[in-house]
């Protein structure tokens, strides 16, 4: 089954630290990958989206992330990481359901505490 | 531009009672639209898929009969939680997709709480 991984719970840097933040996903082609903030009651914002092409793409608010199809992974960077970076982060994968139609399936998040 | 909003933000209910909850996409038309339910501390769990004039797709679990789905047209989708209870309290954040694109717009979600 199509699933997304994000092996870290929470994640405590200091502000102006890098960061990165893991995703793996499996399925047995290339997904649609996607990285949303969500601060707390809020909905989800769009970081950046990795569609075909150019490995490594460029998000919103400096954050960038690489895809390796060797590794699945879609791992989430940003050089210098801002107190008002604090929130809650989810990498979704686009698959493709036995049915035809398309899911967005959400790892378990990862929750980013940013020290001063 | 591609906003999402919902309405309302907060609601608190009686057990027993009904509660319907708005999701409209205020600068483009959707033609595909999602219901996502979040519990605190947790992922988003797809509920159901709604194209606008027909029947809601509803995922594995999700009784149907409980949460009605209405896809009226191409800017509103609404979620109806029928005799609500406490174990419906939850966060249900909608999203939005024009055909053809892959990406969803997002709302900000609505706070559901049943006594």
């Known amino acids: 089954a199509q699933s997304v991984t994000q092996p870290d719970i929470h994640i405590t840097v200091s502000e102006g630290a890098s960061l990165e933040l893991r995703c793996n996903y499996s399925?047995?082609?290339?997904?649609?990958l996607f990285w949303y903030v969500q601060s707390p009651g809020q909905g989800l914002q769009l970081l950046l989206k990795?569609?075909?092409?150019?490995?490594l793409v460029q998000g919103i608010k400096g954050f960038e992330a690489e895809f390796k199809r060797s590794q699945s992974s879609f791992n989430l960077r940003k050089p210098s990481v801002h107190w008002s970076d604090a929130a809650e982060y989810f990498c979704?994968?686009?698959?493709?359901?036995?049915?035809?139609?398309?899911?967005?399936?959400f790892g378990k998040g990862t929750k980013l505490t940013v020290n001063p | 531009g591609a906003v999402v909003s919902q309405h309302p933000s907060r609601v608190i209910c009686k057990s027993g009672t009904s509660v319907k909850i708005e999701c409209r996409s205020l600068?483009?038309?959707?033609?595909?639209m999602f219901w996502y339910r979040q519990f605190p501390k947790q992922s988003l769990m797809l509920m159901a898929t709604?194209?606008?004039?027909?029947?809601?797709?509803?995922e594995q679990g999700v009784e149907k009969d409980k949460f009605l789905i209405n896809h009226a047209s191409l800017t509103l989708s609404t979620l109806t939680v029928t005799s609500a209870h406490p174990e419906d309290s939850s966060f249900y954040i909608c999203?939005?997709?024009?055909?053809?694109?892959?990406?969803?717009?997002f709302g900000p979600g609505t706070r559901l709480t049943v006594t």
């Open positions: 979704a994968g686009e698959f493709l359901t036995q049915g035809g139609s398309e899911k967005l399936v």
């Open positions: 999203s939005a997709r024009v055909r053809g694109f892959y990406e969803q717009y």
């Open positions: 990795y569609f075909s092409g150019d490995t």
């Open positions: 399925y047995g082609a290339t997904p649609y």
């Open positions: 709604s194209n606008e004039g027909s029947k809601a797709t509803y």
């Open positions: 600068d483009f038309q959707a033609t595909t």
